[in-house]
């Protein structure tokens, strides 16, 4: 079986479900259940005996010591983080001790694990961290896509505390020898992404007639990735990926936030109408993030000539899905959109013109 973290997230439950459709082996899911850990995002694996949820936190050593003895993973793979950029500017504290700390208290307990292994097993077993492309700092409209070899150049305190924990895998592999794997993965979008995000956060204001706030100037480029692209890398990874090696992945679509938001209008105009005009009246431009970075862009040729890995989705495709998941959701919306959510909108963008 396998040892997934921040399976109740948007990636890990994406990823926790899709593995759970194409093989057997079991799951546990550690997950805090934080403000962004649902379980209705796995409410589709209730008596399903393949999957086991723990509620905790991954600093916690005992309890990572515990499971490990109990279920003998042949692998971690590790979603679990604080993830927001706009939170780790209001309150940076949490991203050092979940990002930073947590991130080693999982590797120390896996070094324990893995070094008293048989050699079959110590061989086979392996510690995948999923990591981001905001890594590698903001890039200029004509500068290369990000590659595995780009230095570090973290802006913003969550993009800081994942180059951290980066360091931290990279160095338990040379200097203990854990078999690690690192993917660096771009913006991902599609089912269960929570609405403090852009792309469910345009969706949930739109439907609700509210503004669309766009920050500064709505240019700056992310490089979008529809969700299970992202899980179907990271089990190419665990599948063969060589250990102390890092794999960029993205969806080679790089995109304006401004054209984000105008096609969710058009997809949301064809596909739910307001009679009160187009969404798009709605846009609006406020106050910058600051330390906003301009553009993301991810070269993902490595692990496609050394993995096979491409992603099946367009853009159009991807977004399109979206869209009508979010539809066709609106409970988890409703359930998600709760009093604590509330109150994060009111405190981020309330100070913003
Ligand atoms: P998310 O915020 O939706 O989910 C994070 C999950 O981790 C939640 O279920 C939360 O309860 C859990 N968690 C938080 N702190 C914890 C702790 N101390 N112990 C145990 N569980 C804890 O995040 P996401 O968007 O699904 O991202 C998952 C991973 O992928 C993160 O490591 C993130 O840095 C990385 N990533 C995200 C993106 C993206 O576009 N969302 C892109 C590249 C990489
Ligand atoms: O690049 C990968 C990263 O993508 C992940 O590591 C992060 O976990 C994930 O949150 C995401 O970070 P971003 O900051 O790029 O995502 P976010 O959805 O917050 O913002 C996307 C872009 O949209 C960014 O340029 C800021 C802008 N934005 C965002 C919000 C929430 C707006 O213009 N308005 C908004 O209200």
């Given amino acids: 079986m396998i040892l997934v973290t921040g399976g109740a997230g948007f990636i890990g439950a994406n990823f926790v479900l899709d593995w759970l459709r194409v093989s057997d082996e079991p799951v546990v899911n550690l997950d805090a259940l934080t403000y962004a850990g649902n379980l209705q995002n796995l409410a589709s694996l209730k008596g399903d005996a393949r999957h086991i949820f723990v509620q905790g936190d991954i600093c916690d050593r005992e309890l990572?010591?515990?499971?490990?003895?109990?279920?003998?993973?042949?692998?971690?793979?590790?979603?679990?983080?604080?993830?927001?950029?706009?939170?780790?500017i209001h309150g940076p504290g949490d991203f050092i001790r979940t990002n930073v700390n947590g991130t080693f208290t999982l590797l120390e307990a896996a070094r324990g694990y893995w070094s008293a292994l048989e050699a079959d097993a110590k061989a086979a077993f392996r510690f995948h961290h999923v990591s981001t492309d905001e890594v590698y700092g903001s890039l200029g409209p004509n500068d290369p896509a990000f590659t595995e070899t780009k230095t570090y150049e973290p802006n913003s305190p969550y993009s800081a505390s994942k180059a951290a924990s980066d360091h931290l895998v990279r160095a338990w592999h040379h200097t203990y020898g854990l078999p690690v794997t690192t993917s660096n993965c771009s913006?991902?979008?599609?089912?269960?992404?929570?609405?403090?995000?852009?792309?469910?956060?345009?969706?949930?204001?739109?439907?609700?007639?509210?503004?669309?706030?766009?920050?500064?100037?709505?240019?700056?480029?992310?490089?979008?990735?529809?969700?299970?692209?992202?899980?179907?890398?990271?089990?190419a990874v665990l599948a063969s990926g060589t250990p102390g090696e890092v794999y960029n992945v993205g969806g080679w679509n790089e995109k304006p936030n401004i054209d984000i938001v105008h096609t969710l209008c058009a997809l949301l105009d064809e596909l739910k109408p307001d009679p009160a005009g187009s969404y798009t009246r709605l846009i609006t431009y406020v106050t910058d993030r600051p330390g906003h970075d301009r553009r993301y862009a991810i070269d993902a040729r490595k692990i496609e000539r050394e993995l096979g890995w491409r992603p099946a989705e367009t853009f159009e495709t991807g977004i399109r899905k979206t869209v009508e998941w979010y539809l066709a959701n609106q409970d988890w919306v409703a359930q998600v959109l709760s009093g604590a959510y509330r109150e994060w909108v009111e405190k981020n963008y309330a100070e913003r013109n």
């Fill in 64 to 88: 990572i010591d515990r499971l490990l003895a109990e279920h003998r993973p042949r692998a971690i793979v590790h979603f679990a983080a604080e993830s927001h950029v706009d939170r780790s």
């Fill in 187 to 235: 913006n991902n979008y599609g089912p269960y992404h929570f609405p403090e995000k852009l792309i469910p956060l345009m969706i949930a204001n739109a439907l609700a007639g509210k503004p669309l706030p766009v920050y500064g100037d709505g240019q700056q480029i992310r490089d979008w990735l529809f969700v299970t692209d992202h899980c179907s890398a990271i089990r």
